[in-house]
């Protein structure tokens, strides 16, 4: 873990929940041959389940991981607090659309209100941009999710390059 969180200029927050989810698949499939071994798997799982078992369940994390085109959703254990995490994202797309759209509104409204040619058209323009930032919210997010996972050598933004 030290050399994956070493591996870069800085650790990011995506990479806890990977990492975690990695370390626990590696301890269960170790199979020690001593009894000593096997106590200390055992103690090493409870001791990271005490620690990071809700950790899914944590905001930012959560969303840094799932926002990160390297791991995405595929080290989620919990289907639930999946779900939870991608509605909340959803949830702040909307908030986001909304107040964008309701800043351009107040801008077009703070005009000279004198004749406008171009007012009706400035007014469906502005609708028909409302009505399909709802409906593309889900479908670019749904996109972005279902795309394959980035290399883990581009770095969380080397999609950007």
Same mark, same amino acid.
């Given at each position: 873990? #030290? ?6 200029? *800085? ?14 698949? %590696? *301890?269960?499939? *170790?199979?020690? /041959? ?8 055992? #103690? ?24 990160? &085109? ?6 989620? /254990?919990? &289907? %639930? ?13 909307? =908030?986001?659309?909304? #107040? ?17 040619? /171009? ?7 502005? =609708?028909?941009?409302?009505? %399909? ?14 795309? &394959? ?13």
């Amino acid at each position: 873990m #030290t050399v994956e969180t070493s591996g870069e200029n *800085y650790p990011t927050i995506g990479k806890v929940i990977p990492m975690i989810g990695c370390l626990i698949d %590696q *301890y269960n499939n *170790y199979l020690p /041959r001593y009894e000593i071994g096997k106590q200390l798997k055992t #103690t090493l799982l409870k001791e990271i389940d005490k620690r990071f078992g809700a950790i899914e369940k944590s905001y930012i994390p959560a969303v840094s991981t799932i926002l990160d &085109p390297r791991f995405k959703q595929i080290h989620f /254990r919990d &289907p %639930q607090a999946m779900g939870t995490v991608i509605r909340q994202i959803k949830s702040e797309i909307t =908030t986001l659309q909304n #107040t964008s759209s309701s800043s351009e509104s107040s801008d077009s409204s703070a005009e000279d209100p004198e004749f406008d040619l /171009r007012a009706h058209h400035k007014k469906l323009a502005h =609708t028909k941009k409302s009505g %399909q930032c709802k409906s593309n919210k889900d479908s670019e997010l749904n996109q972005y999710l279902s795309a &394959p996972v980035r290399n883990l050598k581009d770095g969380s933004l080397g999609y950007l390059k």
